[in-house]
């Protein structure tokens, strides 16, 4: 089965597949760009209220560094290509290889703009440069290992998932560079501007994060048009607001598990507004999850960000069980009644690591300028969401970014928009059937590996993997 996109997306997705890209609203739409229903305002009025009334539960669990391409290559029903171009214009097929290829392709805001290779003259990207990326962690030369897609033993989790519930083929990385970004436009639709933070530690020796010692954790800003140029370095604790925030106000409870205290991956250990109240907000490790989970203890929104080693970033310590830290936590959910029917998990994945994608992407409008905003949007990646009312066995074509969890979020806890990218995206409503017969949840492998086990993976080795330096 496969929803159908409204108007607006279809016309987007058309162009952006047949121009090359195109901006996805230099405006917030009308209607929010990638609803799927097909029905009328006052049908998705109706959709939100049902939302609200029945999803208690929103866990966004964020994995590391792939295309989709490079995670779904040959999935059925999806938008995949078995083949990219070189800079040379000659066709280069994709070599199935492990998950972990043992080195780390760069994947910065330079890298993304060697690889998409935008044409000016012609306004879109041509997708031709990704056998020009070379300096790979843990590995002299890659020039060609760009071209590369998992086998499906290492990921089939993943597409389980996906083929029992929904998979967005058309979502894209919010922005254009590496994880540091990332991380932060999927809780505040936005980095006010930086590309990234220059602090390659998570925890500086004296226990400082970004937060209370902010001269030591300066980030680069990207504040010219399209392709953007680095600025000055600047302090790293934004002040901008964010879902958290707003969740605050509200008086709704929250919580951000991650792997370490502070870092790329722990997005609120970057935001001044959030410090305050950080011990009780950010839990460490990210197991912690399942623990919460057993005990009745999770709040209505949660964030889980992983350990190194089943993060699926590139990695010398990197496992497979990426697809199964996903398993753990949905059958926690799934097999206890107490969540299952209220309860909804979305997986996406915070950039693109460098990995080949055919599909180019489309502008963001910077509204200010009327240019292209130098940051929006980057790679396609992978989208999954899970429920017991989410329409189950579907490929949605609906093009949006991977962001789209922020007004999701607003839209089932009756929040406001922060009037950031999140007011140019969908809010998922058209993936849910909220009159269906729920869904039944069927238990899914974790190849033997326990919580416990991943507990011990997870603080085996403290350092950093992701540097964002490339």
């Not at 499906?152 to 998932?161: G, H, I, R």
């Not at 502070?262 to 609120?268: I, L």
Request: charged share 15%; hydrophobic share 35%.
């Amino acid at each position: 089965m496969k929803v159908k996109t409204s108007l607006r997306a279809s016309l987007v997705l058309a162009l952006v597949v047949c121009a090359g890209c195109t901006a996805l609203g230099a405006n917030p739409p009308d209607s929010p760009l990638g609803y799927a229903s097909g029905g009328s305002a006052s049908s998705l009025r109706a959709m939100r209220s049902a939302a609200g009334a029945k999803i208690k539960h929103v866990i966004v669990i964020i994995q590391e560094n792939r295309s989709f391409d490079e995670m779904f290559q040959g999935f059925p029903g999806a938008d995949t290509q078995n083949y990219g171009l070189n800079h040379l214009g000659k066709h280069v097929p994709l070599l199935q290889a492990p998950l972990n290829q043992r080195f780390g392709l760069p994947h910065g805001h330079s890298t993304f703009q060697l690889e998409a290779d935008y044409d000016q003259s012609a306004g879109h990207y041509r997708m031709d440069g990704f056998d020009l990326v070379d300096g790979c962690s843990g590995k002299p030369s890659c020039k060609h290992s760009a071209y590369t897609y998992v086998q499906e033993l290492d990921v089939a989790n993943y597409w389980t998932y996906a083929q029992q519930y929904a998979l967005g083929d058309m979502t894209f990385q919010p922005n254009m560079g590496p994880s540091w970004a990332a991380h932060q436009y999927l809780i505040a639709g936005q980095t006010g501007g930086y590309t990234s933070t220059l602090d390659a530690l998570d925890v500086d020796p004296a226990g400082h994060t970004e937060c209370n010692n902010p001269a030591n954790y300066p980030s680069i800003d990207m504040t010219t048009a399209y392709p953007g140029l680095p600025g000055k370095p600047q302090s790293s604790c934004v002040t901008y607001p964010t879902i958290f925030d707003e969740l605050n106000t509200a008086g709704i409870p929250w919580k951000y598990y991650a792997r370490l205290r502070a870092g790329f991956w722990t997005a609120p250990s970057s935001v001044l507004s959030l410090w305050n109240n950080y011990q009780q907000n950010v839990s460490f490790p990210s197991t912690n999850v399942l623990t919460d989970i057993a005990n009745h203890a999770i709040p209505p929104v949660v964030y889980v960000t992983p350990g190194d080693s089943f993060s699926d970033h590139p990695y010398l310590n990197l496992t497979n069980h990426g697809q199964d830290w996903l398993a753990l936590i949905a059958n926690a959910i799934g097999e206890d009644p107490y969540y299952w029917k209220n309860t909804v998990i979305v997986l996406t994945w915070d950039d693109w690591g460098g990995y080949f994608d055919h599909v180019p992407p489309p502008f963001a409008i910077n509204p200010a300028g009327g240019n292209p905003d130098p940051n929006e949007y980057g790679m396609r990646v992978g989208f999954i969401v899970i429920g017991a009312y989410v329409v189950p066995h579907v490929v949605d074509h609906a093009a949006r970014s991977s962001l789209a969890v922020l007004p999701f979020i607003e839209s089932v806890f009756g929040l406001p928009s922060l009037g950031t990218l999140d007011a140019q995206q969908d809010d998922l409503m058209g993936l849910f059937n909220f009159s269906q017969t729920p869904n039944k949840y069927h238990h899914v492998t974790t190849h033997g590996w326990s919580g416990l086990q991943a507990h011990r993976d997870e603080v085996r080795d403290p350092s950093p993997i992701d540097d964002d330096m490339k």
